[in-house]
């Protein structure tokens, strides 16, 4: 799942390497972050150490989901019904 988290100050990505893919832009009233996270507990990992940073976690928000899984060859698209040849 991808997330962008916005803080107030300066974060160094490479605080959060361990917890997520992350890249951080600077902007004139904090960092946004836009993380890559396997799950809920690397979420909340993630967040923990910028609270641990001193740092005020202004607003989580995801962005994208997991992509969804294409549809099976033998589904038409007529309602999803299953279609026999």
Same mark, same amino acid.
């Given at each position: 799942?991808?997330?962008? %988290?916005?803080?107030? *100050?300066? @974060?160094?990505?490479?605080?959060? &390497? !361990?917890? +997520?893919?992350? /890249?951080?832009? %600077?902007?004139?009233? *904090?960092? @946004?972050?836009?993380?890559?996270? &396997? !799950?809920? +507990?690397?979420? /909340?990992?993630? %967040?923990?150490?910028?609270?641990?940073?001193?740092?005020?976690?202004?607003?989580?928000?995801?962005?994208?989901?997991?992509?969804?899984?294409?549809?099976?060859?033998?589904?038409?698209?007529?309602?999803?019904?299953?279609?026999?040849?």
């Amino acid at each position: 799942m991808i997330y962008e %988290i916005r803080v107030d *100050g300066r @974060v160094d990505p490479s605080d959060l &390497a !361990d917890y +997520a893919t992350v /890249t951080a832009r %600077i902007q004139q009233a *904090g960092t @946004v972050l836009t993380c890559a996270v &396997a !799950d809920a +507990a690397a979420l /909340t990992g993630m %967040i923990a150490v910028l609270a641990d940073l001193g740092l005020t976690v202004r607003y989580v928000l995801e962005v994208a989901a997991e992509s969804p899984a294409p549809p099976s060859p033998s589904t038409s698209q007529n309602g999803g019904q299953t279609t026999s040849a």
